[in-house]
C-alpha cells in the first residue's frame, strides 16, 4: 500500500474513533498498535512499550500536574466571585459593565490556571446567574463565558504552550511571553464586542442614577491583589533566572495553596481531597495523552506518512500564505472534532518542518495554532466550553450558546488576522526579554 494510501486510511480511522467518543488516549493508541501490526507485524509491538515509556521521559512534564493544580485550587475556592464581584464595581458604569467585569475575570483567571475549561466554569458558575438575573441577553451572558474561558491556554502559563513546547522542542519560556499580548490583545476584542452589542441593544443591568461609593469601590481592590501577586511571583521566579518553567509551576502551585488557605480559609481535609483528585485525574489524562501521541507519532513516521504529506505540500509550491491558510483551515477542522491536546501532539511535529521552510517563526505559530485551538472549544460538535456553559445554565438553550459564542469566533479569525499582518505582536515580548533566537 503506497504512503498516499495508508495516510488516507489512518485519517478516516482516526476521525471515527475519535468522533465515536472514545477516550483520546486510548483511542489513538490503539489505532497506533493496530496499524503497526498489519504495516510491521507482531515484531513491530517491541518498541511501542519503549515509545510510550519514553513520551514520559521529560522532566518538563512535571509541571503539568503543578499548573493543573494551580486551577484546581482556586477553582474550588469563591476565587471566580470575588474577582467578577471587584471589577464589576469599576466597570459598572459600561454598556455590559458586567459582562466585561467577567472577561477581565476571566483573563485574570487564565494567568493563573493554564486550562479553558477550569477558567470557563469556575467564573461562570458565579457569572452566568448573575448576569441572568440582572436581564442580560442569554446570548451575552453565555457567550462572553464560553469565549472567556478560552483565554486560559492563551494566556500564560498555558498547558497548550507547554505541550507544544514539548512536541517541537522550542522554550515554553518563550512561548509563554509570546501569548501575553496576544492575549490582552484578543480579551479586548471580546470586551469591544460586549460593549458595541450591549450598546446597540440599549440595555443598561442598573438604575441610570445608581453609584458605587469610592469607599466601595476600593473595599474590593484587595480581592484582586493576592491574584495579581500569584502571577508576577510565578512570572519572576520564572523569568528573573530563579526557576525553570516545572520548579516556577511548583511556585505557582504553593502560591495557590497559600492563598486558599489563608485568604479561603480552605482548611477542611475533604476540600484538599477533591482538588488533590481532581488534580491527579487531569494530569493522568494529559500525561497518558501525551505519551499515546508519541507512539501514534512513531507510527506515522514509521510508515513514512508525515514525510510524505510534508513533501506533499512541500511541493505544491503555493505562496507561504497561502501555505498558511491551508494549515489553519486544517487545525480549524481538527479542532472541531478532537481536543486540543491531541491535536497539538499529533500535528506539531508534522508543521513544524514545514512552516519553518516557509520562513514562519515556530514561536509565532505556536500562538496561531493556540488561537485555532480556542476556536474549537467554542465550536461544535466538540465545543467543550460550550457544554460546560450548557451544565451551568441548562434552561439556556444549546442552539442559543452556539449562536451567543459566533460574534467571538469572529474576534479570534480578527486576531488572527492582525497577528498574521503584525506578528511582532507576539514575538516581540520573547525576542525583547531572551534575545532573538535564544
Not at 497539538?344 to 521552510?357: E, R, Y
Not at 450558546?401 to 474576534?411: D, E, Q
Request: glycine share 10%; aromatic share 12%.
Amino acid at each position: 500500500m503506497s504512503p498516499t494510501a495508508a495516510g488516507s486510511l489512518v485519517l478516516i480511522v482516526t476521525l471515527v474513533i475519535l468522533v465515536s467518543g472514545v477516550p483520546v488516549a486510548f483511542g489513538i493508541g490503539a489505532i497506533s498498535v493496530i496499524f503497526i501490526v498489519i504495516f510491521q507485524g507482531f515484531d513491530g509491538l517491541q518498541i511501542v512499550a519503549q515509545t510510550f515509556y519514553s513520551g514520559l521521559d521529560d522532566f518538563t512534564l512535571v509541571s503539568i500536574p503543578m499548573f493543573v493544580m494551580m486551577g484546581a485550587a482556586i477553582g474550588s475556592s469563591p476565587a471566580g466571585k470575588d474577582l467578577y464581584e471587584a471589577l464589576d464595581r469599576w466597570l459598572y458604569r459600561l454598556p455590559g459593565g458586567l459582562a466585561i467585569s467577567n472577561l477581565g475575570a476571566c483573563a485574570i483567571f487564565a494567568a493563573l490556571t493554564g486550562s479553558s475549561p477550569a477558567c470557563c466554569a469556575a467564573i461562570g458558575k458565579m457569572g452566568i446567574p448573575e448576569m441572568r438575573r440582572r436581564g442580560y441577553p442569554d446570548g451575552v451572558a453565555t457567550g462572553s463565558i464560553c469565549a472567556g474561558g478560552t483565554l486560559g491556554i492563551l494566556i500564560p502559563p498555558s498547558i497548550t504552550f507547554i505541550l507544544y513546547g514539548i512536541a517541537t522542542e522550542n522554550s515554553i519560556g518563550r512561548l509563554f511571553l509570546a501569548g501575553v499580548v496576544p492575549g490582552m490583545m484578543l480579551t479586548g476584542f471580546f470586551m469591544i464586542w460586549t460593549l458595541f452589542t450591549i450598546w446597540r441593544s440599549g440595555f443598561r443591568a442598573y438604575a441610570a442614577d445608581f453609584r458605587y461609593s469610592w469607599k466601595q469601590k476600593f473595599v474590593s481592590v484587595p480581592k484582586i491583589v493576592p491574584f495579581l501577586a500569584i502571577i508576577v511571583g510565578v512570572m519572576y521566579a520564572l523569568y528573573g533566572g530563579l526557576a525553570t518553567p516545572s520548579e516556577a509551576a511548583g511556585v505557582g502551585a504553593a502560591l495557590c495553596f497559600l492563598l486558599a488557605v489563608v485568604i479561603y480559609r480552605m482548611w477542611s481535609p475533604l476540600d484538599w481531597w477533591k482538588i488533590l483528585r481532581d488534580t491527579a485525574r487531569e494530569s493522568i489524562m494529559i500525561l497518558t495523552i501525551i505519551a499515546a501521541a508519541v507512539v501514534f507519532g512513531y507510527m506515522l513516521t514509521s510508515l513514512y506518512l508525515t514525510q510524505t504529506l510534508a513533501q506533499g505540500i512541500a511541493d505544491m509550491h503555493v505562496n507561504r500564505w497561502v501555505l498558511m491558510f491551508m494549515i489553519n483551515i486544517f487545525l480549524l477542522v481538527c479542532g472541531f472534532f478532537i481536543p486540543p491536546a491531541a491535536i497539538i501532539l499529533m500535528t506539531a511535529p508534522i508543521l513544524l518542518p514545514i512552516i519553518t521552510a516557509a520562513g514562519f517563526d515556530p514561536v509565532w505559530f505556536g500562538v496561531i495554532l493556540t488561537i485555532n485551538m480556542e476556536i474549537g472549544l467554542i465550536h461544535p460538535p466538540v465545543g467543550l466550553n460550550i457544554y460546560i456553559v450548557s451544565a451551568i445554565a441548562p434552561d439556556v438553550e444549546l442552539a442559543k450558546i452556539m449562536w451567543g459564542t459566533l460574534p467571538y469566533v469572529v474576534c479570534m479569525f480578527l486576531a488572527i488576522i492582525v497577528l498574521s499582518i503584525f506578528p511582532e505582536i507576539a514575538t516581540w515580548l520573547p525576542n525583547h526579554l531572551m534575545g532573538v533566537g535564544h
